[in-house]
Structures are given as C-alpha cells and as structure tokens.
C-alpha cells in the first residue's frame, strides 16, 4: 500500500468514510482492486474483451514478421548454399508483406473495440457518478465544496479516457509482444533468452518501489493542481472583493507561491518518471552489447549461424520496445488509477438520504399535513441543532417558523423537504414517514425555495419554467401574473427572453429570488417551503409577493421562515424556535401576549421599521 | 447552456492551413522565455538522437568487421567480443543520458512556460476591470489559467524529442548512404511516406481532437452548472432530468472520443507498417546488391537495423504536429487575456491619509450600463448625482432592480461611469493611484465572498494586525461570539476547505473585515440581509458609536437602518427620483413612502381585517382571492 493509501486511509477512517458529508479525496484501493471496483461499475469495458484480446494477439503475432524476415533473409537467401537469392527474398518478403497487412487490420480493430468499449464504459461511469452527486446530502450542507467536486466527472474521468487513448491497446500488446517475443528467443537460444530475461530482472525489481515513487509524485501533484486551482479561482470569484479592498498584491502572492509549488512537484515526477524511463533505455543498450558478447562466445563454432544471431539482435529490440514503452504506460496508469480512485470514491460514498423508490409511498395530491415527532439532528461532529423538535402542522396552514440565527430555522426546513434525515425521532408527512415517501411522489408535492434560488445560463421563461416539466410561455405568465410580477418580467430588457446570464448575474439579487419564486410557485407543489426566499427583495414587493402567496397557497399547506416579522404576522401559526427547541405555537396575537422571545424578536423587529 | 464559443473568441476554429505557421509561432515565443533550460533539453535530445542512429551504424560496423568474419572462422578471441560488445555498449550509455536529460529538461521547460504563464493570467485577473470579469464567465476564466496554459505549452512535451529525431534521421541518413547509397535510397523512401502519412494523419486528427476538446468543455459546464444547483436541483426533484442534460454531452464526448480513437488506430498501423515494409525492400534489394558483389551482408543489416530503429522515434514529428492545434487554441485562449487592454487606468494622486477623518464624497452626472449576454447595453443607471458631506451618513433605498448595488460600485470604483464623475475628497477617483481608493474606502457587498484562509485571514487581509484589532472587528460585528465558538478561533479554516458558515456568519464577517480597516468611507450594501434583527441592531449600534470617523454610505430597505442616515436617495429606474431627509421624502414621495412603510401599511392592514373582517387585498396588486378558482382541483 502506498502512502497516499496510507494517507486516504487514515482520513476515511478520522472522518468515518459512511458519512456523506465528507466525501473521501480518493477511494483507498490499491491499482487492481481500484482497476476491479472501476469494471464493476463500468461493465461496457470488458464486455467482448475475450475477442478484443484475441484480434490484439494476431496483431501482435504480426510483429515477428520482421526478424523472421531477416533471419531467413541473411542465413537462407544471402549465405545460403546457393548464394544470394533474389527470387527467393521477394518471395519471402511478399509473404511478409501481407502479414505485415494482416497486423494493421488486427490491430485496427483491436483498438477500435478498445475505444468503443472503454469509452461506453465512462460515459456510464460519468453519469452515475453524476447523479450519485445529485444523491448526496451532503450538498444541501456546503455549498463551497460542490465545484470541487465537478472535476470527478470531468478531468478525474478524462485522464482515464487519455490513458486508454494511449496506452490502453499498448499495455495489452505489450505483454504480448513480450510473450511472443520471448518465445521466439528462446527458440533461437534459450542461452541468450535467459540472458535477456537476466538483464531486465533487476529492472522488474526496482520498477515497484520505482512505480510507488511515481504514483507518489502523481499524488502530491494532484494536490497542488487543487491548491492551485484554488487560488486562482479565488482571483475570479472573489474579484469584487479583491478589487474592493486593494488585496491585489497579497492574491497574487498567494497565486504565485501554489504555482510555483505545482511546477515545482510537477517538475520532480517529471524527473522521477525520466529516470524510471531511463532505466529501461539504459538496460535495452546494454543488453544488445551483453547478447553480441555472449553470442559470440557462445554461439561462434556451431550453436548459432550469423543470421540467427543477427535476427535474435531483431527481437531483442521487439522485447526492449514493450519494456520501454511498458514503464511509460504504467507511470500513466498510474495517473489513470489515481483519477479512477477519485471517481470511485463518489461512488462509495453512501446516499444517507435514500430514495426509496419502488418499494416507497407515493403520496396522493392534496393539503399535507407536517408532523415532526421528537426530532434530533445534529450535523456530522457538531453539537445538536435540533433537540427533541414535537410539532403538528395542520393541512392548509399558513406557517412562519422565526427564531435567531443558529436557532435551527433552516434545519427544520431541510428536515422537512427532506435534504437530511433527523438522527433520531420522525417526520411525518400525512402521517407517512419522509423516509418511505418515493422521491417522485415528494419532489413533486413538497418544493423548497431556498435563499439563493439557483438560476440557469438561459432565459428568464427558461429559468422559470425549470421546475415545471414542460410549461410553456403562457403558463410562465400565467403564474407571474399571480404573483404580481409580470410587470416586472416584461420590465427587462426582452421580457420573458431576457438572457440571466451566468449564475443569473445579469438580474440583482433580489430579482433572482422572485425568478426562484416564480419558479417554485409554477411547479405546483402541495407544501411549499420558504428559506429567506424574499430576504434581498424591497419591502413593497415583498408585501405584494406575500400578499400574492397568501391568495395563492390557500388550500395549500406553507411553511415561511423569515427574518422579516411581516411574515409571522399574517402567518395562521407561528412556530418559535430558540437554541433547536420549540418554545411555542400559535397565532401572532397570541404569542403576542405569551411568548418572551416572540415579544423580544418582534419588538427589535418593529424598532428596526421605526426610525430610530 | 454548453458554450459553442468556449473561448469567447469570434474566430473559432483556426484554419488548418494555418496552424503550423502559427503553432510555431507560440512554440518560438515558449522558446525564447526559456532558451537555456530548453537548449539543454534539445541537446540532450540530439544526443539521444544521434546515440540511437549510431547504434545502428555501430551494431553495422560491429557484424562486418568483428561478427561475420568470427562465424566464418568458427572460433572467437576475447579481443574480439571486447571489440564488438564495448562500442555498443558505450553508445548505449551515451543514448541513456541523452534520454534522461532529454526528458528531465523537456518536463522543466514545459512546467515553467506552464507556471510563467499562469502567473501572467491571474496577473490579468486582478489587473483587468470588473466590467472585464462579469463578461467572461468563472469558469472560462478559469479553465484560461489551467487547461488552457497547459494546453498551449503541451507542445513542448515531445518538441525536444523531435528535434533529436531530426538529428537522429540525419545520422541515420548518412550511416545508411555510407553502406549503401542505393539500399539508403530504398529505405530513405520511407521517410518521406512516414512524413505525409502523418501529415495526413494530423489533418485529419485536428478537428476530432479539438472537436472532443470542446465537447469536454460542455460536460464540465454541465456538472458546474447542475452541481452549483445542486440544492434547487433536488428540492425541484430535477436530478433525472439533469441526469439526461448531462448524459447527452457525454454521450456525444463519448462519440468524440471514439472518433478520435477510430482515426488513430486507422493511422498507428500505416505508420508502424511502413517502416516494416521498408525493412522488407531493403533486404529484397539488399540481396540481390549482395550477389551483384556491391555489397556484404553486414550493409544489408545496418540498413534494415537503422530503418527499424528510426521507425518508432519519428513519430515524435508526428506527436508535434498532433500537439500544434491544441496549442494554437490554447494559445488564442490565454492570450485573450494577456492582450485585454482595457485594463483600469490609475492616476498617481495620493488618496488622503487614513487620519484625515471622514471621507467626502460626490457623484456628478453618472451613468452606467451593463454589456448584456447578447453583447448590448443595458442601461444601469442614468445621470446620478448626490453629494455626501465628509462623516455623514447616507441611505441609498429603491426598489429591487433598480441600480443600488451598482451605484455602490462605482462608489468604491469597482467598475468605472459610462459618463460622469465620482469624486473622493474632491478628487476624481480615476486620478487615484492604484490601490487609493481601497486605502480609503471599505465596501460590504450583498453576497459575500470568503476567502479560503483562517477567520483571520478573512478579516485581516493585510496580514498586519493584532489579534486585538481582529477582535474588536469581530466584535463591532457582532460576529465575536460564533468565532469564539469555533473550534480554533481565530485560526479556524472557513471557505471552501473549511469550516461551513451560515449566511448571516458570513455576512458579519465580511462586515468585520470591512470594519478593521477603518475606513474613511463605508459602504453597506443590503449587508445585513441575513442577520436577524435582534443582532443587526446590536451591530447598527455598535456602529453608531464608532462611526464618526466614517462617512457611511447605505443601501437598505429596513427603517432603523434608513433613519440612522442624514439624508436618503431614493432611487428609481436607474434615476434619483428624490433626495432629502426620510421625513421629507416620506411627505414628498410617494413611492418611497410605500416602499419603506410597507410592512407598516401591511401590518396595519391585517390587523383591520382581523378586527373588522375587511380583505387586505385592496388595490391593483392584489391578485388574491380569485386565484382559488385557478386551481379548483386542488383545493380538497
């Protein structure tokens, strides 16, 4: 086991490798068993590999075509009996021709059914491990790791894809060529075969701790290339912020010492990898010295003719060749596993909230009724967010949960659209656990609108219309229109087809969330879940929105949690969360008169509507 | 959506023909950063080279003189196998370091034009405007500093390699000639065969390749995109369908890369046989040279031996040639940037000295407009004009959409007016040197950026205060108690490897990182959005107290906020619609009046229906009750 093994091993095991927020840098398998684990989830790369193999051995076979040749050539059609024989070369030289043709049509086809499959092969592994990312909880948690995780679908995958390019059919008919070639020189001289095996020997030797030196160096370059990536993203996401504050020169530090701390790794495999490489071009000269010496001593007076020699010399470059490339091929396998082992380890990583799919419940469309019963949840090695939460929400309800920050407000919201699971206790949905509800059935009747309504490179209809499978214009305006913000859609620049622009950076924030409002309220959902949804929107619009909402969710179960306390008042119950517990329920005019921490937020609430 | 101009550039695909002349162009420019690392890796290479055609020459010389003449006597001195094996072996030994040094210097050279031209992009970065950045998207940016550069240089991996097979070919050119000039001629006919097969073979290649190279772009923006999402994506129930959106890009990667991968096994074997098949004429004509007396046998096989020995190395040429389209994209990528001349002009008047007391601050006449997606303005805001009088305090309130967090910019000069001035001090910012107005002027945007480093880190970014002065920021903050709270204070990792911060953390600690510059001006940008109440009047407070020093600058919508300013603009469509304090405006203004009396008009409104049963929904806004009757079906 390598180090960086090792190393991923320990970090699994400090983190727990089953919790999902964490998902592991690299799965902790070894070359095979990473190689193994890859062909189990991409089943494409081995189907036909018994055919392939056999096509990739007629290629190979056709190797032997020229020290046959020359063998034949020299012993039979120059120094033969006879003297040189033209007539007899061109023959044989035909013969080897179309052999030679042979080769190339085998190996066409060995390598095609190479690509076809390999390729087939991670395109599955792609989008699995795509949608796994989409099964993980931990997203909804952290939102700053999810771009790191892009480059396990797309560099991860493609340095695996760039090694089979390139060295996927060269390892197979490497050992093949190393096999036929032994063969063939062994029955020329077993003598000099042993010879030439002696040789390599010890470089077969030294290639493993060589091989785990290199796969080392791979590693810690992977690691800078992340640091670098890093600071240089830092330089474009957080450009407002650099540019505000005059932090040029200290980015730029920070930029140029990851740089230079990746080339500087970079440059070290670099040279690791030209000295392993070096090895085999070093003992490939000396072992066509070594061969003549022993020839010759040997082979002089009887064992050998000169054109056996001489041909032997032909297939000791057929036997140095795959050796040479073979350390070149493994140094980038080694490259391939480590991004496969990146792949995989999104795989291993377990879904902790699972859809339950078939065998699970699909709710019947209608008023849901919300019932949390002694909930628990605490994220991964953090205290208790949520201790013992009991709470009834009746069908049709309009709900506004309010509490500090850190109250767990948006806890119970992920915990009711179910992006986590509590660790302890239930949430019920008409009286149907959340975990048995089949995700079709509850992504379609329960809709989160989280603060930052996420907004598509498209149009704004687009955008609006991405919940809804399927609606059209008219139903994108249809639901502006009662909302009350079709005016302002028709407002920019080109209506419905305004472009947002990447991230939706072409709107303010305030307009993104009325698009991930509009959004939510088009899908149509039974219980709609609001986070923050209006926290950047103006005061007027919001009330219009709220009052819009409030027209709209009737006969719909809504659950609020907002700063703003306009929310709670027109709420038909008010939840009062402090330190992850419930400290009551009711109407805003009865908490009113009950509930200190209720009187403590609302009153800082009105102060702040007052002029101070 | 998937970027069909994934360079933004409006030339696209360059043209064939081209490529050649203007890959080597950017190869002569790698070359002349790097002349001497990369003379040592062409030396080293033209060792390799003429070492491994020398083998062959030195194997030739070997059969004939030593080899042949031992087999025809039948018996062998020790002499002799000294003779025959030590050249070989030398020669060997010289090609190894002509090997190591090769590719050592070669990885050198390409690693440091890699690193050179990093730095001088992210250089770019944080050079060119922000107007720059918001046209280019992060992830084209991006892949500029990192696929691209390394695209380009990529090249210079088998460069060294070639040249030392040009020197390889020559040796090997005049080993055969002086074996043979006819045989020489035969098997040098391969060469040129080789040269146009690979020709051919990257002809065809380049469009395949550059076509899996765009495609590859797609699956990336795809997975940004849908991952970025990722929490919309699976409270929407999306995931099937992004699971399609990103099947599809790479189903058609996948098809790419078969493509690539069909072209190259139609050409690896043409390559590979021609050198076979030239071996077979040398010794077809070798041969019959041998029985016509012109030659001996050894000829015959250091011709055939030189031949297969070459056959391999010159596909270098051909992995160059292969390299050069990947460069020229590369290359127009990156030097986009690099050629970005509309960098941000800076004078060299000093700002004041950060003693100098608060701040004055006037906007005359401004104007700005966004360059939208299709390349049009979209006008921002139009002839702007206020004045702030050094140590007041102004709220900046309009409704959403309507240009606050632009203007905000041009305060702090984060982009420049398309027309007009913003004056610091009296002065015009453009005529600041560079870095005078952050000296001067601290800016807390809407959303916050973290920066991947400690709390302190964040809130320091100068590296040069006290643990105290970090504190006390914190505290004005209000953002004290969760830092305490982590699990290394101050040197807790937050951002993207660290610590996970709500949003109303983030909000007070980029608050705090304003608030340890004390800054002459400060500029709230709907900072607080998502700070709970009780807290941002615990922080409004707190800054009340410190803020004579400060000229203050406020967006916001919330009435305890607004009434700590002197004056209030109201903003409208891009326009000052009024100007004065928030009781004048309050009289004088009725949009404003309705925007930030809101809740107030709201609240009221509700407890009038609970009291007398009258609907709430008055007025054109109200689309209210009727709605039911949309959706009668779901109404149970």
């Known amino acids: 086991m390598s180090t960086t093994d090792r190393a991923s091993r320990t970090a699994r095991a400090a983190t727990g490798s089953h919790d999902s927020s964490t998902i592991a840098t690299a799965s902790g398998r070894g070359v095979v068993a990473t190689v193994r684990r890859g062909l189990e989830v991409s089943p494409e790369i081995t189907r036909g590999v018994r055919v392939t193999l056999l096509v990739a051995l007629v290629s190979t076979a056709g190797k032997v075509v020229v020290p046959i040749a020359v063998q034949q050539t020299i012993d039979r059609g120059i120094n033969g009996p006879a003297g040189p024989r033209p007539g007899l070369v061109v023959g044989l030289a035909m013969a080897a021709a179309v052999g030679v043709l042979l080769t190339g049509v085998s190996s066409y086809v060995?390598?095609?059914?190479?690509?076809?499959?390999?390729?087939?092969?991670?395109?599955?592994?792609?989008?699995?491990?795509?949608?796994?990312?989409?099964?993980?909880?931990?997203?909804?948690?952290?939102?700053?790791?999810?771009?790191?995780?892009?480059?396990?679908?797309?560099?991860?995958?493609?340095?695996?894809?760039?090694?089979?390019?390139?060295?996927?059919?060269?390892?197979v008919l490497s050992t093949g060529q190393l096999l036929v070639a032994t063969v063939l020189m062994a029955v020329y001289s077993w003598q000099l075969a042993l010879l030439v095996w002696g040789c390599f020997l010890p470089l077969f030797f030294a290639f493993r701790p060589l091989q785990r030196l290199v796969s080392r160096a791979y590693a810690q370059v992977r690691v800078r290339v992340g640091d670098m990536l890093g600071a240089i993203s830092e330089s474009v996401v957080g450009a407002d912020t650099i540019r505000a504050y005059g932090v040029e020169g200290r980015t730029q530090e920070r930029i140029d010492a990851a740089v230079g701390a990746h080339a500087k790794v970079a440059m070290r495999a670099q040279v690791l990898v030209a000295a392993s490489f070096t090895g085999g071009v070093l003992v490939s000269g000396l072992v066509v010295a070594a061969v003549v010496a022993v020839g010759l001593l040997t082979g002089v007076g009887g064992s050998l003719t000169l054109g056996e020699l001489l041909a032997f010399l032909f297939l000791v470059q057929l036997f140095t060749g795959p050796v040479q490339m073979g350390t070149e091929v493994l140094n980038e396998l080694q490259n391939a596993t480590a991004g496969w082992r990146r792949v995989l380890a999104v795989l291993d990583t377990t879904a902790d909230v699972a859809d339950p799919g078939e065998r699970g419940v699909a709710l019947p469309r209608g008023p849901i009724e919300c019932r949390f019963e002694d909930v628990w949840f605490s994220y991964p090695g953090g205290e208790p967010v949520l201790k013992g939460i009991s709470l009834e929400l009746p069908p049709r309800a309009r709900v506004a949960v309010v509490g500090e920050t850190g109250s767990g407000k948006t806890t119970l919201a992920k915990l009711l659209t179910r992006l986590a699971d509590p660790q302890q206790g239930r949430v019920l949905l008409d009286g149907v656990d959340l975990r048995d509800v089949r995700f079709s059935s509850l992504r379609e009747r329960v809709v989160l609108v989280p603060q930052e309504g996420f907004l598509l490179d498209d149009t704004l209809a687009a955008n609006i219309a991405w919940g809804a499978h399927g609606a059209d214009d008219d139903a994108v305006r249809l639901a502006l229109t009662e909302l009350g913000l079709l005016d302002w859609a028709l407002g920019l620049p080109h209506g419905l087809a305004t472009e947002v622009g990447q991230r939706g950076e072409s709107l303010s924030a305030g307009e993104r969330q009325l698009v991930a409002l509009a959004r939510a309220y088009l899908a149509d959902p039974d219980l709609l879940v609001l986070?923050?949804?209006?926290?950047?929107?103006?005061?007027?619009?919001?009330?219009?929105?709220?009052?819009?909402?409030?027209?709209?969710?009737?006969?719909?179960?809504?659950?609020?949690?907002?700063?703003?306390?306009?929310?709670?008042?027109a709420a038909d119950l008010v939840v009062v969360v402090d330190a992850g517990e419930v400290l009551d329920v009711g109407p805003h005019h009865e908490l009113l008169t009950r509930c200190g921490v209720y009187q403590r937020l609302h009153a800082s609430w009105r102060a702040q509507q007052r002029a101070a | 959506m998937p970027a069909d101009d994934l360079s933004g550039d409006p030339s696209g695909t360059p043209d064939r023909r081209d490529v050649v002349r203007r890959g080597l162009r950017v190869v002569g420019r790698g070359i002349r950063d790097e002349p001497v690392i990369f003379g040592v890796a062409v030396l080293g290479s033209a060792l390799y080279g003429a070492g491994t055609a020398g083998s062959g020459y030195v194997l030739g010389r070997v059969t004939d003189s030593v080899i042949a003449p031992a087999f025809v006597a039948g018996r062998v001195t020790g002499a002799q196998v000294w003779d025959a094996a030590g050249p070989i072996a030398l020669v060997a030994l010289l090609t190894a370091v002509g090997v190591v040094v090769r590719r050592a210097a070669g990885g050198i050279t390409m690693y440091r034009l890699q690193a050179r031209y990093r730095r001088a992009v992210t250089r770019q970065y944080l050079r060119l405007p922000l107007s720059w950045h918001h046209r280019h998207p992060a992830g084209q940016l991006l892949s500029n500093a990192n696929a691209d550069v390394e695209a380009t240089w990529g090249v210079f991996a088998p460069l060294p390699m070639s040249l030392g097979v040009a020197v390889m070919l020559a040796v090997a050119g005049v080993a055969m000639v002086a074996a043979d000039p006819v045989l020489a001629g035969v098997g040098l006919l391969v060469i040129p065969a080789l040269m146009a097969a690979n020709i051919v073979y990257q002809r065809r290649m380049s469009p395949l390749v550059m076509r899996a190279q765009a495609l590859r772009a797609d699956v990336s923006s795809v997975a940004h995109e849908s991952f970025e999402g990722a929490l919309v994506v699976k409270t929407l129930g999306r995931e099937d369908a992004e699971t399609r959106r990103f099947a599809a890009t790479a189903d058609a990667l996948r098809d790419a890369n078969v493509a690539v991968g069909r072209t190259r096994g139609t050409f690896d074997p043409v390559i590979e046989g021609l050198p076979t098949l030239g071996v077979l004429a040398v010794l077809a004509v070798g041969t019959w040279r041998v029985r016509s007396g012109a030659i001996v046998t050894g000829d015959v096989v250091q011709v055939a031996y030189l031949l297969s020995l070459v056959s391999f190395p010159v596909r270098a040429l051909?992995?160059?040639?292969?390299?050069?389209p990947r460069t020229v994209v590369g290359w127009e990528r990156v030097s986009s940037v690099l050629d970005a001349g509309d960098g941000m002009a800076y004078g060299d008047a000093e700002p004041r000295p950060a003693s100098s007391g608060p701040a004055a601050l006037a906007v005359a006449g401004a104007g700005?407009?966004?360059?939208?997606?299709?390349?049009?303005?979209?006008?921002?805001?139009?002839?702007?004009?206020?004045?702030?009088?050094a140590g007041r305090t102004v709220a900046v309130v309009g409704p959403t959409g309507s240009g606050k967090s632009t203007l905000a910019g041009l305060l702090v000069r984060l982009v420049d007016p398309r027309s007009g001035h913003v004056l610091l001090d009296g002065v015009d910012v453009r005529t600041l040197r560079r870095g005078g107005v952050a000296e001067a002027a601290a800016l807390v945007p809407q959303s916050t950026f973290v920066f991947d480093d400690t709390v302190r880190g964040n809130v320091d970014l100068t590296g040069t205060l006290t643990d105290d002065d970090v504190w006390a920021a914190l505290r004005l903050a209000r953002a004290d108690g969760f830092v305490a709270a982590l699990p290394n204070g101050l040197d807790t990792r937050v951002g993207e490897r660290?610590?996970?911060?709500?949003?109303?953390?983030?909000?007070?600690?980029?608050?705090?990182?304003?608030?340890?510059?004390?800054?002459?001006?400060?500029?709230?940008?709907?900072a607080t959005s998502a700070v709970d109440p009780r807290v941002e009047a615990q922080i409004l407070e707190g800054l009340r107290g410190a803020g004579e020093s400060a000229t203050v600058v406020v967006v916001a919508y919330r009435m305890a906020t607004i009434s700590l300013a002197d004056e209030v603009v109201f903003l409208e469509h891009g326009r000052v619609a009024a100007r004065g304090t928030h009781a004048e405006l309050l009289a004088s203004t009725p949009g404003y009046r309705s925007l930030v009396t809101a809740y107030e008009r709201d609240a009221a409104e509700r407890a009038a229906f609970r009291e007398h049963g009258t609907t709430p929904d008055t007025g054109e806004t109200g689309p209210g009750t009727e709605q039911a009757d949309v959706a009668p079906q779901e109404i149970s």
């Open chain 2, 318 to 324: 051909g992995w160059v040639l292969g390299e050069l």
């Open chain 1, 531 to 569: 986070d923050e949804a209006t926290s950047a929107v103006d005061p007027a619009t919001e009330v219009r929105i709220q009052r819009a909402l409030d027209g709209v969710t009737q006969g719909r179960t809504s659950v609020a949690i907002a700063h703003r306390m306009s929310t709670a008042e």
């Open chain 1, 110 to 171: 060995a390598n095609l059914r190479i690509f076809r499959a390999t390729e087939a092969g991670l395109a599955t592994l792609r989008t699995k491990a795509f949608r796994h990312v989409h099964d993980l909880s931990v997203l909804s948690q952290n939102a700053e790791r999810r771009g790191a995780l892009v480059s396990r679908v797309t560099s991860d995958v493609d340095t695996i894809s760039t090694f089979i390019q390139f060295g996927g059919l060269l390892l």
């Open chain 2, 368 to 389: 700005y407009a966004h360059v939208g997606p299709d390349g049009e303005d979209v006008p921002v805001l139009f002839d702007v004009t206020l004045d702030v009088v």
């Open chain 2, 498 to 526: 660290g610590a996970s911060l709500s949003g109303g953390q983030r909000q007070r600690l980029a608050l705090a990182r304003a608030l340890v510059r004390r800054p002459r001006l400060l500029l709230l940008d709907d």
